[in-house]
């Protein structure tokens, strides 16, 4: 091709702006993986630029993003607003939602509405950033909601093992977030959700012809690599995922005080290996009784921990979407134990491609039968690696999203950009 049939290629390209709440980069959690990755397809597809907020330590990673990634342009700014009681309220007194406050920038607002309306179509990676998106913007808009976000706030306040206040505050919580969640859901032309995410959504009052299905999946580089080896494994068991996150933090936790102790009885030489960085001092409090247990930190590469470990655990009890942990775990083919919460949109059938326990004793049974079983061990590590191949691709994913993209896209002209708006 030559140089100018390569500019007039670039110049055919409809321009995307992709608004996110965090540096997609490095990809260690499932939300990062999966913008990560979605930022790679468009990028292909589409002339992208990227507007980030800068949280934690997103900053030290901004060069190495921008070297891994062809965009036209970059929009951030840092902000450094955690979830404390005062930020809480400060959010009531500005009337949104904590996630809302947390990633509130005036810089970062003005910065988007200087350029914003120069692109095609506009992603919003989770609704915390479809803030910045000026009711003047006259492209198309899409929300990629990475969760029902207020689900997850609604399911905590209903669990009576939470406290009465913390309750109390997630059932206000949920009520902000569900209003909000909905006013961008139809705001947007498009809504790109997992399944049981949509199904959601449309019980709150969103058009389901405007929702899409997405999925959050898993390294599927994986499926590429030998098989597992029970022979090779330790009696040991294996966690991975955020420790900050409170859905996390809330599970360990029950894990730990409820099931461990039984684990142990019966495998008095067990390990549990806790992978994840920032650990919450409940966590770091938890532990210490135990000397099975430790937090091995951030890992780079995981592949020794799964080659190493037997059993793979992930005890969720409230959350909302797909769980990469999960995905990630069952592409690689380490038998896991999760929870209902935790295989939630999956088509999966239990024992057969992960084992799901929703309290404290059939999760001990499951994990107990993993650990000396080798022929359910062995099924359980094909069939979880099968059904990633068949059913849950990043290449699969991708291209059935970009037709949908493509479709919206090819609306653009004179007659239908209208000008949106939004309840406030």
């Not at 599927?220 to 080896?229: A, I, R």
């Not at 691709?393 to 939004?422: C, P, V």
């Amino acid at each position: 091709m030559t140089t100018r049939n390569v500019h007039e290629k670039q110049k055919e390209k409809k321009k995307l702006l992709f608004l996110t709440p965090e540096l997609p980069y490095p990809p260690i959690s499932g939300g990062k993986l999966k913008s990560w990755k979605l930022l790679e397809f468009l990028s292909q597809n589409y002339q992208v630029s990227v507007a980030s907020i800068l949280k934690e330590d997103d900053t030290d990673h901004v060069d190495e993003f921008l070297s891994k990634i062809t965009i036209q342009q970059f929009y951030s700014d840092s902000v450094k607003s955690p979830r404390t009681l005062a930020n809480l309220i400060k959010s009531y007194l500005k009337g949104i939602p904590l996630n809302l406050y947390r990633t509130l920038s005036e810089s970062f607002a003005q910065q988007i509405a200087g350029d914003i309306h120069q692109y095609d179509l506009v992603i919003s990676d989770h609704y915390e950033v479809f803030q910045y998106i000026p009711v003047d913007y006259k492209g198309k808009v899409i929300l990629h909601e990475h969760n029902a976000y207020y689900l997850m706030f609604e399911r905590y306040a209903d669990d009576p093992n939470h406290g009465l206040v913390k309750r109390l505050i997630s059932y206000y919580e949920s009520l902000r977030v569900k209003d909000t969640e909905k006013q961008a859901c139809q705001r947007a032309d498009l809504v790109f959700a997992s399944p049981n995410d949509i199904d959601t959504l449309v019980s709150i009052g969103i058009d389901q012809n405007k929702c899409h299905y997405t999925y959050h999946l898993g390294n599927d580089e994986q499926l590429g690599l030998p098989s597992l080896q029970f022979e090779h494994s330790q009696q040991s068991l294996l966690y991975v995922g955020s420790l900050s996150w409170e859905a996390n933090v809330d599970g360990l936790l029950w894990f730990i005080d409820g099931i461990w102790p039984e684990l142990i009885k019966k495998n008095p030489i067990l390990k549990l290996n806790i992978v994840g960085k920032n650990p919450d001092k409940r966590l770091i409090e938890a532990i210490k009784p135990y000397q099975g247990i430790k937090l091995a930190g951030f890992v780079d590469d995981l592949e020794p921990y799964f080659q190493q470990h037997r059993v793979f655990i992930a005890p969720l009890r409230f959350g909302a979407g797909m769980k990469v942990k999960v995905l990630n775990a069952m592409c690689r083919g380490i038998p896991t134990v999760t929870t209902s919460v935790g295989s939630e949109g999956m088509d999966v059938i239990n024992n057969i491609h992960l084992s799901i326990a929703d309290d404290a004793q059939t999760m001990t049974d499951s994990i107990n039968n993993l650990l000396v079983n080798q022929s359910d061990w062995e099924l359980m590590e094909q069939n979880s690696r099968r059904i990633i191949k068949e059913k849950y691709t990043w290449k699969a994913l991708f291209s059935s999203m970009l037709i949908r993209i493509n479709q919206l896209t090819n609306e653009l002209n004179d007659s239908d950009i209208n000008r949106k708006t939004i309840h406030q």
